[in-house]
């Protein structure tokens, strides 16, 4: 079940979720929580929806049908993110993934910082695993100290994230200024101590995506849903979204949108549709 706002171009939020998760082969349970206007090149303005009609859709559906992994990305209001803390709490044994966001890849703002220390105090408490991006797990970790964001390191973000409750933490590193994409995973280890569990190596693609984030937390969360262990379906999941950018095109002036059907084009149907958005 993901919880997001819509996205009516098709790149991020709700859809991008329902596309990734059907992908991997999970049916898609979708409650809106913000009807967003917004393309390829950013977001012009959000409308959250009523807190009650979040508990509705949810409550509703969950009381028909069982859910395997809840997701979260853009919740549109402190009432919102409230409530779902509600609902996610009374399911406890389903693992909780929290896509942060607080940005569109322009820039702009979509969380105040009452809602980033409602999220922080409500909801991380209860995660499974967090997948903020570097600039996101500092704003994260240090919300409440605006001096500390801009001399913090990201192993201490990470640290600082998980003593706020989380399980595991994965910052994706595609802000960052390094030859690679590093994302790194931190949780506890056997010994108990918290700390850096796996770094990632990824080759660094050319552009500017639109829904990398919100494709990357579904797809682990599908994978968890399939019965992988939470390592097993980080590394699968970064794969997939690997690819998904790889095979990604280009529909209007903004940024690229990833290809959450990839490996449903043979290769030249996807050479070819390169070609055509190239010359576009």
Excluded at 66 to 75: H, P, R
């Amino acid at each position: 079940m993901t919880f997001s706002a819509t996205d009516p171009s098709g790149g991020a939020g709700l859809q991008a979720d329902i596309l990734a998760l059907a992908s991997i082969g999970c049916h898609p349970l979708s409650v809106v929580t913000a009807i967003t206007v917004q393309d390829t090149v950013g977001v012009e303005c959000v409308m959250a929806l009523d807190a009650d009609w979040i508990n509705e859709q949810a409550r509703t559906i969950l009381e028909d049908i069982q859910v395997s992994a809840f997701k979260l990305g853009l919740l549109g209001s402190i009432e919102n993110v409230a409530v779902i803390a509600e609902i996610v709490a009374d399911y406890p044994d389903v693992p909780l993934l929290i896509d942060p966001i607080l940005t569109s890849g322009r820039g702009d703002e979509l969380v105040n910082e009452e809602m980033q220390a409602a999220i922080c105090d409500l909801l991380f408490p209860q995660a499974t695993l967090i997948t903020p991006n570097s600039f996101e797990a500092r704003r994260l970790a240090f919300y409440d100290d605006a001096d500390e964001i801009q001399h913090t390191t990201l192993d201490e973000s990470a640290l600082r994230l998980l003593e706020m409750g989380a399980e595991y933490v994965l910052i994706t590193g595609t802000h960052e200024r390094s030859t690679d994409v590093v994302n790194s995973l931190y949780g506890s280890s056997e010994s108990g101590a918290s700390g850096l569990i796996k770094a990632y190596h990824w080759e660094r693609l050319a552009g500017s995506y639109h829904g990398s984030g919100c494709t990357l937390t579904s797809a682990i969360a599908a994978c968890l849903a399939h019965g992988l262990s939470m390592e097993e379906a980080i590394q699968e999941a970064q794969e997939y979204t690997w690819q998904t950018l790889k095979n990604a095109f280009r529909p209007g002036m903004g940024q690229y949108i990833p290809d959450r059907f990839f490996w449903a084009r043979d290769e030249d149907s996807i050479e070819d549709e390169k070609t055509s958005y190239i010359q576009h």
